[in-house]
Protein backbone atom coordinates (compact mmCIF):
# COMPACT_ATOMS: atom_id res chain seq x y z
CA UNK A 1 0.00 0.00 0.00
CA UNK A 2 2.67 2.72 0.90
CA UNK A 3 3.68 2.07 -2.52
CA UNK A 4 0.95 2.42 -4.28
CA UNK A 5 0.33 6.03 -2.31
CA UNK A 6 3.95 6.75 -2.72
CA UNK A 7 3.22 6.20 -6.68
CA UNK A 8 0.36 8.15 -6.86
CA UNK A 9 1.61 11.14 -4.92
CA UNK A 10 4.71 11.36 -6.96
CA UNK A 11 7.00 10.66 -3.08
CA UNK A 12 10.55 9.18 -3.73
CA UNK A 13 11.10 6.32 -1.62
CA UNK A 14 13.91 8.93 0.24
CA UNK A 15 10.64 11.23 1.31
CA UNK A 16 8.75 8.54 2.90
CA UNK A 17 8.70 8.79 7.19
CA UNK A 18 7.78 5.85 8.58
CA UNK A 19 7.03 6.14 12.87
CA UNK A 20 5.55 4.04 15.38
CA UNK A 21 1.90 4.25 15.63
CA UNK A 22 1.15 3.87 19.28
CA UNK A 23 0.82 7.52 20.52
CA UNK A 24 0.89 7.77 24.43
CA UNK A 25 -0.79 11.00 23.99
CA UNK A 26 -3.72 9.53 22.20
CA UNK A 27 -6.84 7.85 23.70
CA UNK A 28 -9.80 6.76 22.29
CA UNK A 29 -12.73 5.51 23.70
CA UNK A 30 -16.13 4.18 22.35
CA UNK A 31 -19.33 3.94 23.71
CA UNK A 32 -21.82 1.73 22.21
CA UNK A 33 -24.69 2.78 24.67
CA UNK A 34 -27.73 3.80 23.15
CA UNK A 35 -28.69 6.97 25.37
CA UNK A 36 -25.63 8.74 23.89
CA UNK A 37 -26.01 12.20 25.72
CA UNK A 38 -26.31 10.37 29.20
CA UNK A 39 -23.01 8.68 27.74
CA UNK A 40 -21.11 11.19 26.91
CA UNK A 41 -22.28 13.00 30.07
CA UNK A 42 -20.63 10.01 31.80
CA UNK A 43 -17.73 10.58 30.06
CA UNK A 44 -16.90 14.18 30.87
CA UNK A 45 -17.59 14.18 33.94
CA UNK A 46 -16.76 10.84 35.70
CA UNK A 47 -13.59 9.74 33.01
CA UNK A 48 -10.45 10.91 34.82
CA UNK A 49 -9.13 11.67 31.37
CA UNK A 50 -11.88 13.95 30.44
CA UNK A 51 -12.37 15.87 33.76
CA UNK A 52 -10.23 18.47 34.01
CA UNK A 53 -8.57 20.64 30.62
CA UNK A 54 -10.55 21.70 27.12
CA UNK A 55 -12.86 19.37 25.23
CA UNK A 56 -14.65 20.06 21.92
CA UNK A 57 -17.72 17.98 20.99
CA UNK A 58 -18.04 18.39 17.48
CA UNK A 59 -21.91 18.05 16.01
CA UNK A 60 -22.76 18.11 12.37
CA UNK A 61 -25.63 20.30 12.64
CA UNK A 62 -26.27 23.28 14.56
CA UNK A 63 -29.66 22.24 16.20
CA UNK A 64 -27.33 19.34 17.63
CA UNK A 65 -24.71 21.86 19.10
CA UNK A 66 -27.58 23.83 20.61
CA UNK A 67 -29.19 20.57 22.44
CA UNK A 68 -26.39 18.96 23.54
CA UNK A 69 -24.63 22.48 25.12
CA UNK A 70 -28.05 23.14 26.87
CA UNK A 71 -28.13 19.60 28.41
CA UNK A 72 -24.44 19.84 29.50
CA UNK A 73 -24.73 23.25 30.97
CA UNK A 74 -28.28 21.56 32.51
CA UNK A 75 -26.04 19.04 34.93
CA UNK A 76 -23.51 21.62 35.63
CA UNK A 77 -20.94 21.28 33.40
CA UNK A 78 -18.65 24.09 31.86
CA UNK A 79 -19.87 23.95 28.60
CA UNK A 80 -21.05 26.13 25.88
CA UNK A 81 -22.35 26.47 21.86
CA UNK A 82 -20.12 27.25 18.91
CA UNK A 83 -22.10 27.29 15.11
CA UNK A 84 -22.11 29.74 12.31
CA UNK A 85 -25.37 30.75 13.43
CA UNK A 86 -24.35 33.13 16.22
CA UNK A 87 -23.70 36.46 16.18
CA UNK A 88 -20.17 37.41 15.78
CA UNK A 89 -19.34 38.73 19.25
CA UNK A 90 -21.27 35.19 20.46
CA UNK A 91 -18.33 33.35 18.56
CA UNK A 92 -15.92 35.55 19.54
CA UNK A 93 -16.81 35.62 23.32
CA UNK A 94 -17.10 31.64 23.70
CA UNK A 95 -13.44 31.15 22.03
CA UNK A 96 -11.98 33.68 24.13
CA UNK A 97 -13.67 32.00 27.33
CA UNK A 98 -12.93 28.50 25.69
CA UNK A 99 -9.21 29.82 25.41
CA UNK A 100 -8.70 31.14 28.90
CA UNK A 101 -10.12 28.12 30.82
CA UNK A 102 -13.52 29.96 31.63
CA UNK A 103 -15.14 27.69 30.02
CA UNK A 104 -14.04 23.80 29.70
CA UNK A 105 -16.35 22.50 27.02
CA UNK A 106 -17.62 23.91 23.69
CA UNK A 107 -20.08 21.63 21.90
CA UNK A 108 -19.56 22.96 18.30
CA UNK A 109 -19.86 22.79 14.09
CA UNK A 110 -16.09 22.41 12.41
CA UNK A 111 -16.28 26.51 11.56
CA UNK A 112 -15.37 26.15 15.54
CA UNK A 113 -12.24 24.36 14.05
CA UNK A 114 -11.17 27.07 11.69
CA UNK A 115 -11.55 29.88 14.85
CA UNK A 116 -9.71 27.82 17.19
CA UNK A 117 -5.71 27.04 17.55
CA UNK A 118 -4.86 23.46 16.70
CA UNK A 119 -2.70 23.04 19.90
CA UNK A 120 -5.37 24.64 22.57
CA UNK A 121 -8.17 21.63 22.67
CA UNK A 122 -6.94 18.84 24.44
CA UNK A 123 -9.88 16.20 23.42
CA UNK A 124 -11.77 15.85 20.85
CA UNK A 125 -15.36 14.04 20.77
CA UNK A 126 -17.12 13.56 17.61
CA UNK A 127 -20.52 13.35 18.45
CA UNK A 128 -22.95 12.87 16.36
CA UNK A 129 -23.04 10.91 12.82
CA UNK A 130 -20.28 11.07 10.37
CA UNK A 131 -18.19 13.82 10.59
CA UNK A 132 -16.96 15.23 7.58
CA UNK A 133 -13.72 14.57 6.09
CA UNK A 134 -12.14 17.85 6.67
CA UNK A 135 -12.15 16.62 10.12
CA UNK A 136 -9.12 14.18 9.64
CA UNK A 137 -6.77 16.87 9.17
CA UNK A 138 -7.39 19.06 12.48
CA UNK A 139 -7.18 15.77 14.79
CA UNK A 140 -4.18 14.73 13.15
CA UNK A 141 -2.55 18.58 13.62
CA UNK A 142 -4.20 18.38 17.44
CA UNK A 143 -2.47 15.15 18.39
CA UNK A 144 0.57 15.91 16.10
CA UNK A 145 2.77 16.89 19.05
Not at 52 to 79: H, K, M, N, P, W
Not at 85 to 107: D, H, L
Request: proline letters at 7%; hydrophobic letters at 40%.
Amino acid sequence: MEKDICLSLGIPAAGVVRVNLMRPNLRITVSADPDRQNALLDMLSKDPHFKEGSTIVYCSLRAQCDSIAQFLQQRTLSAERYHAGRSTAERTRVQRNFMTGKTRIVVATVAFWYASPPALPRRIVPRVGKMPTIMFNPILRLYGG
